[in-house]
């Protein structure tokens, strides 16, 4: 029997992260043959659901408190949807561990209608991501898009309640879920580009725990790290925030390099900037390069004046 002491994984208690944080806890049990416990947690962007993220201070609301019980040593790492995390870590924490990604997709969910295409003039479709609106408003613009808030079963309940003729969510935390049969179709990359990091799990730990950084090495996936590194300091070289509607996406292509394609769009004006790169990154800081490349092609559109005015 192991006597270690058990590592503690901070975690948002809703069914999904619940998921995440289970999923990793048995993992590690299995490698490491250690206990695993969790420390399940509330955070700010849990309770504050009657107003857009953009608006009370960003993503970085799912994760505060986690970040807070790594520091005072009350848990040893955080289980987040990487896509949730802030492009810039507090001083002394880490993103130790990037595990391979689910699918990164959109996905359209609706009762009634199949596709986003099938829609009627005038649905209202339910999403509270400025990224999604601003490229379902490219694609659509005769649709009402409105806001869509809450934990994943919340929002489908909304659904179900005819609060919504569509929503839009990722198709990745469905599919962990169970719930892939409520997906009526995937919206494909080239129709709307995920968010930096989406469908991948990050680890965040204390740069201190050297240790613990060690023996998580064996969750990281190396292409799923170089591509979502890539994809983060996209936003992270524009200053991102999700009150900016910006999308990035990296995949490995056949002959070896990473294609890297960023979005930027713009809350009250019309059309959206689009850049690309590739490259064959195999560290951080290479990973980190492509993705300034992309943004400084934004740049060159016209991107900060866009930012300067979201």
């Given amino acids: 029997m192991n006597t270690a002491a058990p590592w503690i994984i901070a975690t948002r208690e809703s069914r999904l992260a619940l998921w995440q944080a289970e999923h990793v806890r048995d993992l590690l049990q299995t490698l490491q043959s250690r ?151 995937v919206i494909e990359i080239d129709q709307m580009l995920p968010a930096a990091g989406q469908g991948a799990l990050g680890l965040e730990v204390r740069a201190v725990q050297t240790d613990l950084i060690g023996q998580l090495a064996p969750l990281n996936h190396a292409p799923t790290r170089m591509a979502a590194l890539a994809e983060r300091a996209v936003s992270r070289a524009l200053g991102g925030s999700c009150s900016m509607p910006l999308a990035a996406y990296a995949a490995w292509q056949p002959d070896g390099q990473l294609l890297l394609q960023g979005l930027l769009g713009h809350p009250e004006r019309e059309g959206l900037l689009r850049a690309q790169a590739s490259g064959a990154p195999r560290t951080d800081a290479e990973a980190d390069a492509l993705g300034q490349q992309v943004a400084q092609g934004l740049i060159s559109q016209g991107a900060r004046d866009w930012l300067a005015t979201c």
């Fill in 35 to 185: 206990p695993v416990q969790l420390l399940g947690m509330t955070t700010k962007g849990d309770q504050i659901l009657d107003r857009a993220l953009s608006k009370v201070g960003g993503k970085g609301l799912f994760v505060k408190e986690l970040e807070v019980a790594l520091e005072e040593g009350r848990a040893h790492l955080a289980v987040h949807s990487l896509k949730d995390v802030p492009m810039e870590l507090p001083e002394g924490f880490v993103l130790s561990t990037v595990m391979e990604r689910e699918d990164p997709r959109d996905a359209f969910v609706s009762p009634r209608h199949a596709r986003l295409e099938d829609l009627p003039e005038g649905a209202v479709v339910g999403t509270s991501s400025l990224r999604r609106q601003v490229q379902i408003r490219a694609i659509r613009p005769d649709l009402r898009i409105e806001p869509l808030r809450g934990n994943l079963d919340t929002r489908l309940r909304k659904l179900d309640e005819g609060q919504y003729d569509a929503i839009v969510l990722a198709a990745a935390g469905l599919k962990r879920l169970g719930l892939a049969d409520r997906i009526r179709s």
